[in-house]
């Protein structure tokens, strides 16, 4: 019996000793965090944070890739089937993990079995913002405008499924309103577009309207978030305009695929937390108009599992369907 268990014990150092070398030499070549807007966005430019911080500390190089398409899908796809070692690494959002599975008949991942969520990074807010010469000052006057020209005004958003055509969709059902969606392959795409007039509003992220705003080329309206922003303290929320509830903002997280080692994953959640919690890091993410989070796995996970159904009744009760 005791020889039984000695070879026992000699086949599992054999046979465990490489993996756990393996996890302590993580990571030995270039990690990939893939994003699936354009660089200049709220994601992207969390991405590139962290991913500055990881390069230094482990002293090995980390990429930001941008992949951008079908509301940040092909990104989400790519890195479900991706291996699973840590290298390939997805800054998810609720776009794509909370609130496709309801506009899609079908998507080609699991936003729950296909994913080890290592943290939510940010949560940031999306502000109604118009061209300088639309001529509306308020929530209330853009709607009365809206209302008289049914069908005439478009609103400009990154993808099918973004906070960003949500939102809209979602003021479009509260107001009543006729309004044409144009769907653009990132923010950035979209907003000279909406400075030029070409398109009549959008709920465009805080990063890319607060600039312009200040610069006199956008109106910024109000703000999607349920409280006010720091960076923007006169800027009313939706539900202070009239519009109780409303809520649409994105949030993004470091995600790897299913299976991936517990050591790798342990050792993403721990250095996103640290660099998350870094007072200089703070202040980077606020300056962008981001809040930081840092949490754990299992708090990220039970996020998704809350707000899935949350998102699906939301787009129920308003009738959106893919293509709108």
């Given amino acids: 019996m005791r020889l039984a268990a000695k070879l026992f014990a000699a086949l599992l150092v054999l046979f465990t000793a490489p993996f756990a070398s393996a996890q302590s030499s993580y990571p030995n070549r270039p990690v990939k965090i893939l994003v699936g807007f354009t660089p200049g966005t709220a994601p992207d430019l969390a991405a590139r944070i962290l991913a500055e911080r990881f ?61 080890a969520p290592i943290s939510q990074v940010f949560i940031a807010a999306n502000v109604l913002a118009v ?9 209330a006057e853009l709607v009365a ?13 990154a993808g099918i499924g973004t906070s960003q055509h949500l ?25 000279p577009d909406l400075v030029s007039g070409r398109i009549t509003m959008s709920f465009a992220n805080i990063v890319n309207v607060l600039p312009l705003a200040r610069e006199g080329k956008l109106r910024a309206l109000a703000i999607s978030s349920r409280k006010r922003s720091p960076l923007a303290p006169d800027l009313p929320t939706m539900a202070e305009e009239g519009f109780p509830g409303f809520e649409a903002v994105p949030w993004f997280g470091l995600m790897a695929p299913a299976g991936t080692p517990p050591e790798i994953v342990a050792k993403l ?12 890091m703070r202040k980077k993410f606020g300056e962008l108009g981001l809040e930081a989070v840092g949490n754990t796995p ?15 009744k939301v787009i129920h009760d308003a009738g959106i369907k893919l293509g709108n």
């Fill in 145 to 157: 405008l809206a209302k008289a020209s049914p069908g005439k005004l478009s609103y400009g958003h």
């Fill in 269 to 280: 959640h721990d250095e996103t937390v640290k660099t998350l919690a870094m007072p200089e």
């Fill in 298 to 312: 299992s708090e990220f996970t039970d996020v998704i599992k809350r707000e899935t159904p949350e998102w699906a």
């Fill in 55 to 115: 390069a230094e500390v482990w002293a090995s190089p980390v990429v930001v890739e941008n992949l951008q398409g079908a509301g940040s899908n092909i990104a989400t796809e790519r890195v479900a089937k991706s291996a699973a070692d840590g290298y390939t690494l997805l800054m998810g959002g609720n776009s794509a993990l909370v609130i496709n599975p309801s506009l899609y008949e079908t998507l080609p991942f699991d936003p729950v079995k296909d994913f």
């Fill in 131 to 139: 061209p300088s010469d639309v001529p509306v000052k308020s929530v």
């Fill in 167 to 191: 939102g809209a969709e979602l003021f479009k059902y509260m107001a009543k309103l006729d309004i044409a969606s144009v769907p653009y392959r990132g923010t950035t795409a979209f907003i």
